[in-house]
């Protein structure tokens, strides 16, 4: 039997484990193996045997619409992609009777198709139908084309759609219905002329699409389109549409003459030139810490498309940011040139002057005022070296501790409840294990936005594999509208309902009593420390129904498997980091760690959150969180480094901010950090920069930051480096270059470089590959990480042991402690630290936006996204909108404690009552003029969430913030797929090769 093949230059075989399992599969007579229940499609591809699959796509699973995959068993047609494998199956891909069929569908599709693949921007060798037509050598269509009579439509910014070349496999509306769950496509199969709709027959621009690109990556051809490719990706498809049309006439001349193939032979050496011209890169993306990674074809410094299909974490699946939002890395704004602060202005300077510049200063600060003068804080939009050397100039050449990064702003809370309970500061298992659960619990993340691909995998999982849905938010988001229960508790008391359910768990036996006795420490101590915490003490404090709280328990207690998703709604608060332990306490007494779909998942805001922390970009922490104090750590750092390492904590984020109005920080290097807008009061914080005696900012642009700096370093961004990120699944992966810098500009590991060795650090690092090595080597949880074992899309999830084995699922045989053993730790209830009281009198909520990141500096560049959300605004509840006169598009005034913005309305029941909700991308109207200083005590990090405004309603009125293009107005149009049932019941259908039986499984 054979076990193993060869597809695609790829060797395909079966694990060991399957083998033992596999059932023998006869095809063309000889025999392969197969898993039982696999698809037989699947065994074909693998036993390397040609079969047309148009509409078949594994990641979208049988579709059935296309016909073209029928194959022979016991006499009879069959869907190779809708039948499953079994022992001693006899098939036929080639007989006269599957020949003939699959000729016979491919015939349809043709008619939906103009093949005019020379003149096709889709021609680039891995078009379905080109490809097909080769396949089955199709010379002459027995089926005339028929154009369909409907305009293409090019009403959204980055991808088209021609109903001319649709050949109805509906890829794209199972993709959109199912992987995505945007639920915006459909196929009108009743109509005599039947397209992809989008919202039952909108335009593209008008519908509910939220640009994710599913739909275009997985088109077989060129009906779905990315606008960047049209017209750049052939030699011929540039000119003008008449001249096209013409060569298209032509190409269609010729063809009775000479038939297909020679047409074929011709788009085909056209196809191989390309490959001269277009690179094709594998690169991860720079926006979320989901850790999407893909591919990116570019032609010269053009962005042809971002193409993902194998990355670990995202399959086919991307979001607007990651799919198309890269048309800042050619925007020409980007800083080319070092900058030097002179007077009340700046002036051009080179390298050389600017670097020696800020060593010079440097040097002399440290020699004034001493090491702890001066502070650095590195990015997690940088590469996991960047941060490394960054911690390492702050440590090894400077002398300080005084070294952080803006996970400070969000994670560090996340990061202390699992330290204190489970062990490690990290999600428990992967994106994989989330759709495992039966229960998942979201609080205090609006993940459909912010994690936009990870909340792709949970509403499949809850649309089509019965996962129960909860959320807990202020906010009704896209999550909380799907989901089987919504809480909407008061602001800020999460930690009380949590407690209170734990508590409510343990004393109605409804606890893990097994897990609790061989896993866990401090059970009796903690009960005790629940006891204000009852059900009437939540629902008062909460605002929640005591039934209500009593369901989540018991749907907690019912389910196989919980895993509770957090993000900032729950970390940025002044129990930021109580609340999060608050999490894991309640996964520990219900026993929900340690196997799939079960577990912790803080979900990590930007692409390299986790990885900035995990490189040592912190106060506390040399890299792999060890700890700073800890003489054996110092020395095997120091005698790597050969220098003595300062022992004691330095300054976070926020007390380097205190430290400079104080007047004891006296220099500030900062890496690709906004700070001026994306920092709680952010006026405060502004204040502070004025009084730096240096600052030197490193960016891409020049941010509003800048304006305080002394020097302006001109960096790279992702896709003008190599380096690593770390996705929220502790995901390490490879960025390859795809440009080289812009002239002027560097990566941000050579410039920290550069800075030290005028330091006389001496250091050799060539490339990012030497850089990780050496962390590596001194770093227990990343021991095994070296490029080779990230060549491509490989990945590590951490920790890595030497042997470079993984572990995607944290805990399996222990808990991070001494004696493998979780620990219950107590957290009391103190409640919010700033209220809203009658002069502040509205509580203002604030986060993300699905089509930006963060403050915007990036994605305001991307003309389609500025088109679809061009700015900011706040979220009115209709009932205060009605109470204060306002509508959409009035504009406001928002006065809190510490500033004030002006910004428009969006009345939206999204939010209710007296709770607004302002998006944080604004650099003009920054949410951050209004937040407060306080912080979770332990972290430091500030409690963004606890805001409380007065709003001034002003007399003009504008436009709506949001234009009609935006999303958020369209009408989606849920249904189960693609809905092939409802073609096959068309009187016009019947199933190719004649008179037999339909076989329809599913
Ligand atoms: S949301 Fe839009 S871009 Fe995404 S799959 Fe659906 S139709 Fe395509
Ligand atoms: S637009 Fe959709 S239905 Fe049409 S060919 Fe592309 S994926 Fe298939
Ligand atoms: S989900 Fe996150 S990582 Fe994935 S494409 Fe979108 S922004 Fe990028
Ligand atoms: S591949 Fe289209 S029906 Fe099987």
Redesign the pocket.
Known sequence: MQTSTVVNGKRNELAPAENSAAVDVFINGSSHAAHPGERLVDVINRAGVDLAQV?YHPQLGPIQ?CDTCLVEIKGQLVRACATTASEGMKVSTISPKAHAAQQEAFDRILSN?MLYCTVCDNNNGNCTVHNTTKLLAVEHQHIPFKPKPYEVDNTNPFYR?DPG?????????E?CQNVEVNET?S?NWDDPNP??LWDGGSTIGESSCVSCGH?VT????N??MEKSMLGHAGFLTGISKRALNSMIDVVKGVEPETGYGSIMHVSEVESAMRENRIRRTKTVCTYCGVGCSFDIWTKDRHILKVAPSDGPTNGISTCIKGKFGWDYVNDPDRLTTPLIREGDGFREASWDEALDLVARRFTEIKAQHGPDALAFISSSKCTNEESYLMQKLARAVIGTNNIDNCSRYCQAPATTGLFRTVGYGGDSGSIRDIENASLVLIIGSNTAESHPVLATRVKRAHKLHGQNLIVSDLRENEMARRADLFLHPKPGTDLVWLSAITRYLLENGLAHEDFLRQWVNGLEEYKKTLAPFTMEFASQTCGLPVETLEKVAHMIAEASGVCILWAMGVTQQSQGSDTSTAISNLLLVTGNYMRTGTGAYPLRGHNNVQGAGDSGAAPNALPGYQSVDDPEVRARFESAWKVTLPSTKGLDNHLMVEAIHQGKLKSLYLEGEEMAVVDSNANYVAAAFFKLDFFVVQDIFFSTTCHFADVVLPAAPSLEKEGTFTSTERRIQRLHQVFEPIPGSRPDWKITRDIANRLNANWNYTHPSEIMSEMASLTPLLSGVNYERLEGYKSLQWPVAADGSDQPLLYTKKFNFPDGKARLFPVPWSGPVEKSNTEFDLHLNNGRLLEHFHEGNLTYRVKGIKEKTPDVFVEISPELAKERGVQSGTWLLLISRYGQVRVRALVTDRVSGHELYMPMNSTASPVNRLTSSHTDPVTHTPAYKETSVHMEVLPEVGENPLPRVNPRFGHPTPQEGVEVERKWKRSDYRLPGSQLVQIQQK
């Open positions: 509409c619409t198709h759609y070349q649709c050949v109805l496999c509906g890829r794209c509306v993709a496509l196929i397209r992809v739909c997985v088109c077989p051809c009906a779905l």
